[in-house]
């Protein structure tokens, strides 16, 4: 996971990799451009299953981002909560 944004990315969870349905908390905030190797990361299974990553600004505003897989094209959207 990697933090694409202009600011840190805190407060961070992620949907569950292994296609469950449950949430995941991350234990630390990334900085602008840095990213964090998920445990178990697998992308035959992501590529059947929505990923989902909501965290916070320094500001205290929510963001969502969404990766899909369709017809073979990773498509991601961006949205602030």
Same mark, same amino acid.
């Given at each position: 996971m990697e933090n694409q944004g202009f600011g840190p990315a805190m407060n961070i969870r992620h949907s @569950? *990799?292994?296609g469950g349905g449950q949430f995941r908390e991350n234990? %630390?905030?990334l900085a602008k451009a840095d990213f964090i *190797?998920?445990?178990g990361f697998? *992308? @035959?299974v992501m590529r059947n299953h929505v990923f989902t990553a909501e965290y916070e600004s320094l500001g205290g505003r929510r963001y969502r981002t969404v990766v899909?897989? %369709?017809d073979g094209i990773m498509r991601t959207t961006f949205r602030a909560l």
């Amino acid at each position: 996971m990697e933090n694409q944004g202009f600011g840190p990315a805190m407060n961070i969870r992620h949907s @569950d *990799i292994g296609g469950g349905g449950q949430f995941r908390e991350n234990v %630390r905030a990334l900085a602008k451009a840095d990213f964090i *190797i998920l445990e178990g990361f697998n *992308i @035959d299974v992501m590529r059947n299953h929505v990923f989902t990553a909501e965290y916070e600004s320094l500001g205290g505003r929510r963001y969502r981002t969404v990766v899909q897989w %369709r017809d073979g094209i990773m498509r991601t959207t961006f949205r602030a909560l």
